[in-house]
C-alpha cells in the first residue's frame, strides 16, 4: 500500500509535535507556597539602609510582599529563574550568599512571553536598581531559561540608559544558548506549511509567544548579541546532565534530570566573548542550582573558585554546613553537620 507523503509529512509533524510537548516535563516546576518558606535568615548581611519596589524584583522567596530592602552601597546579586519556576525556587542559593554577606533580589517574568520582552523587563528593573542604590557591583546570574534572560538583558537592547552605571557581571547556568532540541519541530518551516499552518498555533499553546526564540533556527538563538562594553566578567556554566535523576525510589530513577545536553548549551557565538569562561560541571539540571532537599553543593564550590560566591571563613565549615542543613533539609547534611 502507497501511503500518501502529504499524509506521511502530517504524521510527522504531529509526532514532532508529540515530542516537543514532552519537553515542557524538563522544565522545574514550582511547587506549593509555603509561608515557612517567606523569608530567609539574616545570616551575614549588611544592615538595611533602604526599602525599594521596583517592578520584576523582590525577594528571593516567594513572600507575596516583594519589598527589596537592601544596603545601598554593597554589591547585588540578581537571580533569575527558569520556566515554571519562581523566585523561592532560588531561596535556598539566597540564603547561601547571606550566609557570606552577600544580598540578592529575584527577577521574576511571565515564562511563556517572548525572551527579549522579559530580557527588556529585567534590563529596566537592574537599571532601576543601579539608579536607586549606591551599589558598586551588580551580578546578574541566570539559570536554564533564566540564562538566556540573564545573557540578554546585558546586550545592546532598546532601554534608556541608567544616570550611574555599576560594574556589571554575568553569570548564566545551564543555558540553551543553542536551542532547544525538543522544540526543533517549531524552527521548520516546511513542517508549518505541512501542518497547514497548526503547527505554530499548537506551539504557541503550548509555550507562549517565547516560541519563536527557543529553536535552533530563531534569531534569538543565531544572533545572541554582543554584551555591553559595562559587563566585567562572564561566567558561562554548562551541565554535563547525561545519566543524572531528580527522583528516585528503590534504587529505580522515576524522574530524569538530564534536560540539556552539552551540544543545546554550546554556542560559540556566546563563548567566544573575550570576557566569557566557560565551565563544565558534571550536575543534573535541577542538581546544579539545588532544591528545597538538595543542595547545590557542585555550584557553591564553582562559584567559591570564581571569585563569585565568597569563601567559607575558616573555622566557619561547620556552622556553614549547619546552615545548609537547615535550608535544604538534606538528610545527609544533618547527619554531617553536627547539629546541637
Not at 539602609?49 to 507575596?64: E, F, W, Y
Not at 516560541?211 to 534569531?219: A, G, K, N, V
Not at 573575550?274 to 539540571?285: L, N, Y
Amino acid at each position: 500500500m502507497t501511503r500518501n507523503p502529504r499524509s506521511t509529512r502530517n504524521h510527522l509533524s504531529l509526532a514532532c509535535l508529540a515530542a516537543f510537548l514532552l519537553m515542557l516535563g524538563g522544565c522545574a516546576a514550582s511547587g506549593k507556597r509555603d509561608p515557612a518558606y517567606y523569608h530567609i535568615e539574616q545570616g551575614n548581611l549588611p544592615p538595611v539602609d533602604v526599602r525599594l519596589n521596583i517592578p520584576g524584583l523582590g525577594p528571593c522567596t516567594d513572600n507575596p510582599d516583594r519589598t527589596l530592602r537592601l544596603n545601598t552601597s554593597q554589591p547585588i546579586n540578581v537571580l533569575t529563574h527558569g520556566c515554571f519556576g519562581s523566585s523561592g525556587e532560588f531561596r535556598g542559593l539566597a540564603q547561601v550568599l547571606a550566609f557570606q554577606g552577600q544580598q540578592t533580589a529575584c527577577f521574576t517574568y511571565d515564562d511563556r512571553d517572548a525572551l527579549d520582552k522579559s530580557a527588556t523587563a529585567l534590563r529596566n528593573a537592574v537599571n532601576r536598581l543601579a539608579e536607586q542604590t549606591r551599589t558598586p557591583q551588580i551580578v546578574v546570574i541566570g539559570h536554564s531559561q533564566g540564562a538566556l534572560i540573564a545573557r540578554r538583558s546585558l546586550t545592546d537592547l532598546p532601554v534608556v540608559a541608567p544616570s550611574r552605571q555599576p560594574d556589571l557581571r554575568l553569570v548564566t547556568i545551564s543555558g540553551p544558548f543553542n536551542g532547544i532540541a525538543s522544540a526543533e519541530t517549531c524552527g521548520r518551516k516546511w513542517l508549518s506549511w505541512a501542518s497547514i499552518g497548526l503547527l505554530p498555533v499548537s506551539c504557541y499553546i503550548v509555550t507562549g509567544a517565547k516560541w519563536m526564540d527557543i529553536t535552533y533556527s530563531s534569531d534569538f538563538i543565531r544572533e545572541p548579541g554582543t554584551l555591553i562594553p559595562e559587563v566585567a566578567s562572564y561566567l558561562k556554566i554548562d551541565t554535563d546532565e547525561r545519566g543524572t535523576c531528580r527522583r528516585e525510589q528503590d534504587g529505580r530513577c522515576l524522574e530524569s534530570d538530564d534536560i540539556f545536553s552539552l551540544a543545546e548549551q554550546h554556542n560559540p557565538k556566546v563563548e567566544n566573548d573575550p570576557r566569557a569562561r566557560r565551565i563544565e560541571v558534571g550536575a543534573g539540571h535541577v542538581e546544579i542550582v539545588g532544591d528545597k532537599r538538595i543542595a547545590p553543593r557542585k555550584l557553591i564550590t564553582v562559584l567559591q573558585q570564581q571569585g563569585v560566591l565568597r569563601p567559607t571563613a575558616s573555622g566557619r565549615a561547620a556552622e556553614f554546613n549547619q546552615m545548609l542543613a537547615r535550608v535544604y533539609r538534606d538528610d545527609s547534611l544533618l547527619q554531617n553537620a553536627e547539629l546541637p
